[in-house]
């Protein structure tokens, strides 16, 4: 655990907040990408205790948050037919469409199961060979390499009977769009680590050139996202911004080479939906035209999709960093975690869910507690 513990010395993590508060000469905006960064800034009180020198806004890193309602009702529709065993992860499994979650299709007599990963489905098709297994894809790319690895394997092994509702994502694409919106507000970013283990970070070089904010890569643990955030404060206060590597036990430059071309192999990047952003230019992974027999909506037929009903929840705000979940009338009164309205309550990378679970203990927090 040495190479953990190390990035969660409360004694650093206090230095570095004294330096960060010492050369930050006004309050700066920045945004955290991933909501697992987002849960480790306010489970550690590192929002309250920079809140005088930088607010933190939280952005739309969360992969079930922006899977598009429309996924989901296609994902419940295709759990009714008697022939399918629907599977995906356990977070994605309570997110709720216009008709309610893919739990609650199983409780309506669904065969709908949680798996861990894509290739578990994977096996579950070779042992269940009379029933049609679809995997319900969600992700960035952090996950799509294993969801590719998935298909590929099914191809090799000729299973009939395996197929993909795909809902991968791409960041970058989603970065600039905030950038472009008339009210944005972020002056620089703290991207995702996993994401960028997979990617690299030099596709952020572009970024930064035509926006001019600092974007700065980082790990989970209290002093991975310190660093990053006096990174980003020290560029804001000389005026020369870039991106950097402040992840450097996991991240490299150009990325897992292997990562990426098993992405490439699979994916095709496309215009798409995001939930809470519309379409999102190359902003989403479809399979390629030689996979796409292992598309569910091919193989059982497209089913008509219809914009999202519940329109009180405000996890496009959320999500793009326009409120905070406490400015949401239903946060912590008629949506909690165990009745979630809303996407961001259900994950486990939700803010929503981060600000329920420790928005009213920073004083309990690491570096708010003397
Ligand atoms: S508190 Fe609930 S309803 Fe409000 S934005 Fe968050 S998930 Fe949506």
């Not at 955290?32 to 480790?40: A, Y």
């Not at 007599?109 to 969600?138: C, H, K, N, T």
């Not at 519309?278 to 569910?296: H, K, N, S």
């Not at 519940?310 to 008629?334: M, Q, T, W």
């Amino acid at each position: 655990m040495k190479l953990v513990d190390e990035f969660r010395d409360v004694a650093v993590a206090r230095r570095l907040v004294e330096d960060i508060q010492q050369r930050a000469t006004r309050r700066w905006v920045l945004m955290e990408v991933c909501g697992g960064q987002t849960h480790s800034l306010l489970r550690n009180g590192i929002d309250a205790a920079l809140a005088d020198v930088v607010e933190l806004i939280h952005g739309p890193g969360c992969p079930v948050c922006v899977t598009p309602a429309e996924d989901i009702d296609l994902a419940c529709q295709l759990a009714q037919q008697p022939e399918v065993i629907l599977s995906s992860f356990g977070d994605m499994l309570r997110v709720p469409g216009n008709a309610g979650s893919l739990l609650d299709a199983k409780t309506r007599g669904a065969d709908v199961r949680m798996v861990y990963s894509p290739l578990d489905a994977v096996a579950l098709a070779q042992r269940e060979p009379q029933r049609q297994i679809i995997f319900f894809a969600v992700g960035f790319e952090t996950t799509a390499p294993t969801t590719a690895l998935a298909v590929l394997q099914a191809e090799r092994l000729g299973l009939k009977n395996f197929s993909l509702i795909v809902s991968h994502v791409r960041v970058l694409p989603a970065m600039e769009l905030l950038m472009q919106a008339s009210d944005n507000r972020v002056q620089g970013f703290l991207a995702a680590g996993h994401v960028c283990t997979v990617t690299g970070f030099a596709a952020y070089d572009d970024f930064v050139g035509e926006f001019h904010v600092p974007v700065a890569v980082t790990g989970f643990e209290p002093v991975d996202l310190l660093v990053g955030i006096r990174d980003c404060v020290m560029q804001l206060e000389s005026g020369r911004v870039e991106a950097t590597n402040c992840y450097g036990r996991s991240v490299r430059r150009s990325g897992n080479a292997e990562a990426q071309r098993v992405i490439e192999q699979a994916y095709a990047i496309s215009d798409g939906p995001w939930r809470g952003f519309g379409i999102v230019p190359r902003g989403v992974l479809r399979l390629r035209p030689e996979l796409q027999r292992f598309d569910a909506t091919q193989r059982f037929g497209v089913i008509e999709s219809r914009p999202c009903l519940f329109n009180e929840c405000r996890a496009p705000d959320v999500l793009s960093g326009r409120i905070k979940p406490p400015d949401c009338r239903h946060f912590g009164a008629s949506c909690v975690p165990e009745t979630p309205l809303g996407a961001p309550m259900v994950s486990s990378e939700g803010a929503c869910a981060a600000y329920y679970r420790y928005g009213g203990h920073t004083a309990t927090a690491p570096l708010a507690a003397k």
